[in-house]
DNA sequence: CTTGAAAAGAACTGCCT
DNA sequence: AGGCAGTTCTTTTCAAG
């Protein structure tokens, strides 16, 4: 873990808003030289803060409307059922992501189909059959508000 | 909404995985020239279905370790009141992501924190305070699975 | 769709304060 | 730590097949 001081961290805003801009241009913004920002984000990158550049996807571009959060409770829960019923959970292309959790669920689901009808297809022939299923709870999502920077 | 072939599927998936690929040498590894690729990675910009680069910000290396789902009813449900509880949701450090969702719960939070003490100030000092919130359920992930490709 | 080339710009390297 | 100057690479746009 390393100490971040504020040109860090508005390195780091700039750079989760747009990670196509050049260090640069992101020097001029910030009063520093090209290659002094670029110094501050290769040591950000070796501390392993900075861990990737990811593409994002508009899902709707896609045709995909409907983003829905599922709550599932197993029935079953031994060491077994765990691994069968994440396998079977990652291997549904509608899946987007698979987390076990603790609390009133045991796996939560995100899950993104074209619409409702969409929907109820995945959740019936394919979520409900999951190995292990008991409680399922889902979630429609109307509309999603994200901070952008990073935290802290 | 534009029609796909395998070949955009296939620059989608490389550049899910890294963004930072150029496209010369994804053109290579396609059996593209530089341009052609380019031309592609361009026409899926304008299409909108690439909707910019984003950076992956590792919380662990920043020190936060714990993150927490929120699902929250609201005790009352005017028009008024789920602005209040939106604008009071967003402006709290720690809170990620506020989604207003449709089903057993009104509103979900994506809570990152440094441990989980840490967790449990924010929840006892800022969210149980937010206006107008009623049952609260938390759920802590242990583990998570992502999908790295495009949908569909 | 391809190749090839040229111009712009960004990334990286030493050396200096 | 930051800045300056220079080299190497990619991106981006052209012309032409």
Known sequence: MIALDDT???ILRALSADATVSAGAMGRQLG????ACWRRIKR???AGILAGRRLLI???ALGFGVTVFL??????????SLEDFERAATAIPEVQVVQHVLGLFDYRLKVR???IADFERVLRRRVMTLPGVGQVEANVVLSEERRPGPLG
């Open 32 to 35: 520093l030289s090209q290659p």
């Open 113 to 115: 189909a074209r619409d």
């Open 58 to 60: 508009d899902p709707a």
């Open 8 to 10: 860090d961290r508005a």
């Open 44 to 46: 950000l990158q070796d």
């Open 71 to 80: 709550g599932i409770k197993l029935a079953t829960k031994g060491r077994v």
